[in-house]
């Protein structure tokens, strides 16, 4: 018998969907699973609890952001005019 190739990350996506989509899935999964630098402590220990949610587990801050990052683009804009 043959053993079967491996998805490497591609979690439930198999052969379904087509490459450019699955690219574009795995690179989201890896933005979303990352850690990222805290806007209070400046760690690098914040992870996403849910859509939208961010938890520094040094600090204990939590914040709203973009879906797969912390800040989004428009976020920095609105950031930059606050100023």
């Known amino acids: 018998m043959s053993s079967k190739p491996k998805n490497a990350g591609m979690g439930s996506m198999k052969a379904k969907y087509g490459a450019p989509l699955r690219s574009r899935y795995v690179r989201i999964l ?25 938890f520094c587990s040094k600090c204990g801050y939590k914040f709203a952001g973009g879906a797969y990052q912390p800040t989004t683009e428009m976020g920095r804009v609105a950031q930059q005019m606050k100023k």
């Open 30 to 54: 890896q933005m979303a699973k990352r850690a990222y630098q805290c806007p209070k402590c400046g760690k690098l220990r914040v992870k996403r609890v849910s859509v939208g949610i961010w």
